[in-house]
């Protein structure tokens, strides 16, 4: 069988120092906490959760670089995985993803508090930790392998739903339960939770590189910050916002397809949001045996083999809620 010849994305943004960033405001490093002293909530905007996911990154240095403070609450700013941002390489874009493992896949209490575990994400994620312990409402800003829609991840619970429907933008909004691989910030502690008013959005903004990502970027953080009553429209560029969608489609994951050796290859070029209307369709292969849809109308979420290798998650299958 022909395998897909993976397309060369090219890099339409520049990616900016985040030296000024690095000495923070609380001794860690690249994460700075304001607190109005009113009360309010503790909103927290997080980029660099993959160290090539660069729209987050500009979104996050440009508050900082327009002095924005919480009028409620506390507002934290920070750069998640800054030790693979800075080892990316325009020749090799996606090998910046993390340095030892995912960062967003060691979201557990048992894999944090393992002393014997050790890399430069767990060392991250420990240090990030008891600030991610107090934080009410996260907004982790991510981008994607593919060119695709825009979309907002929202995990399995309702409570998350309810919170992507409230932002209103993306048009497409994924519930899901995670990777088989390891839990992800966005599912920590109280976020994921279905008895703690604590919730979580991840935003994947666009392609990695594409300029339009960095536009979403910066409309879903001004969204999510207005959401949460920290900030007021004043206190943001007005050319942050873009006109909403009407409406959002939910897309319910039932299932991941997780490669379990190199040999795994899709059956057409997919990039993501693709509909495929009859049960029983191929979409790829696994070791040599068929994958097929197993519901009409079923969607493929964020398939890619940019990242193919035993355990990962090739692509997500869903069904339409609405």
Known sequence: MDTVTLPAYPIDVAFPDLSPYAAGNGGIPYLTTYDSGVPGPHVMVNALTHGNEVCGAIAVADLLDLGVRPRRGRLTLAFANVD?????DPAHPDASRFVDQDLNRVWTAAILDD????SSELRRARQLR?????VDFLLDLHSMHERCAPLSVCGPLDKGIALARRLGTPVWIVSDAGHPEGRRMRDYGGFG???????ALLVECGQHWEAAAVDVARDVTARF???HGVV???DLPAAWLQTPPAATRVVRVTEPVVASSMDFRFAADYTGLEIVRDAGTVIGWRDGEPVTTPYPDCVLVMPSLRQLRPGVTVVRLGRLLD
């Open 115 to 118: 002393a014997a575990r050790d």
């Open 193 to 199: 939770a279905p008895d703690s008013a604590k919730n």
């Open 232 to 234: 007021e429209p004043s």
């Open 130 to 134: 008891p600030v991610l312990d107090t």
């Open 225 to 227: 910050l207005l959401l």
């Open 84 to 88: 693979a941002y800075l080892r990316f």
